[in-house]
């Protein structure tokens, strides 16, 4: 199991739609944008990358 680890994203100032979603959701911003995070990480797009990226090395 990899390990958890904390980062800080500041967003800018055009940040209202994150705000909006999140409270429409009913959960922090930081949850969020994580989520965002996640969903990305699991695309066929950004596994694309990574094996891009591993050929490279």
């Not at 949850?31 to 990480?41: D, K, M, S, V, Y």
């Amino acid at each position: 199991m990899s390990e958890r680890f904390m980062m800080t994203i500041t967003l800018s100032e055009n940040d209202e739609e994150f705000r909006l979603v999140a409270a429409w959701k009913k959960i922090p911003v930081g949850t969020l944008i994580r989520q965002i995070l996640e969903r990305e990480h699991e695309s066929l797009g950004f596994g694309e990358l990574v094996k891009r990226a591993t050929a490279i090395r």
